[in-house]
């Protein structure tokens, strides 16, 4: 039994790239917000599991010409979108409750470390960052950003209910810029080796959703590591 090739197969693949995107999210949801017993945990860890592996057995069922590639990108896209955003539920609910403003203050000081070092890169920047991946990406506009994403830490300690003192928060911030910009340019790198201007067309005039929330992707791990051991 084999599937046929076609925009059908190709939607088919979309959607279970959704499924398997999604699923550690709502474990980790159900995990912190529920906390289950340990064996309902590590069902739930194995049930993630077999719909990962199941993406070998979707290809073998589909007439693909190019299995181990469309396995990559499915297994890629669990790893690099699916477990970050997952593991964004360790850093807003513990202790039994949820800090809502902490995760406020994180994809604020990112994206304001993004517009800021565009906006001043754009007016003053002249050395080339990483000219070879993003050519527009100067230092002077990364260090703009890099200060901009300090300053706001002062900014963080304010929110109601913050969890960090100003110490801790420069510490965050400087993690959330440094991992930040360089997950930029992962996706710039991603993007330029299939040779596409925007990930998507979801979000018009801001290169697609991704390029919203790829910064924040990758530097979701490092600072949960920080917060644990600032905790």
């Not at 739930?44 to 069922?61: C, D, M, P, T």
């Not at 499915?74 to 477990?83: A, D, K, P, S």
């Not at 928060?169 to 997950?183: H, R």
Request: aromatic fraction near 14%; hydrophobic fraction near 55%; charge should be positive.
């Amino acid at each position: 039994m084999t599937l046929p090739k076609g925009k059908k197969t190709d939607q088919l693949r979309k959607y279970f790239g959704f499924l398997i995107g999604l699923a550690p999210f709502l474990t980790t949801a159900y995990w912190q917000l529920l906390q289950p017993d340990t064996s309902i945990i590590l069902a739930l860890i194995l049930g993630n599991l077999l719909l990962v592996f199941s993406a070998f057995l979707l290809e073998l069922y589909i007439r693909s010409d190019r299995p181990f590639e469309h396995i990559a990108y499915l297994i890629l896209g669990w790893i690099y979108i699916g477990i970050p955003f997952a593991l964004l539920n360790f850093i807003a609910i513990h202790d039994d409750q949820y800090w809502r403003w902490t995760i406020f203050a994180i994809v604020g000081i990112n994206w304001a470390n993004d517009s800021m070092a565009y906006l001043i890169g754009s007016r003053i920047g002249k050395t080339p960052l990483f000219p070879r991946i993003s050519p527009k990406k100067t230092w002077e506009g990364t260090i703009g950003g890099f200060l901009f994403a300090l300053a706001l830490a002062w900014v963080a300690i304010q929110l109601p209910g913050s969890e960090f003192n100003l110490w801790e928060w420069l510490i965050i911030a400087f993690v959330i810029a440094l991992i930040g910009s360089l997950g930029d340019l992962v996706e710039s790198m991603l993007k330029r080796s299939k040779q596409i201007k925007d990930s998507g067309t979801v979000l018009p005039g801001h290169g697609g959703f991704l390029d919203r929330f790829d910064g924040l992707i990758l530097l979701i791990p490092f600072v949960l590591a920080c917060i644990v051991l600032l905790r």
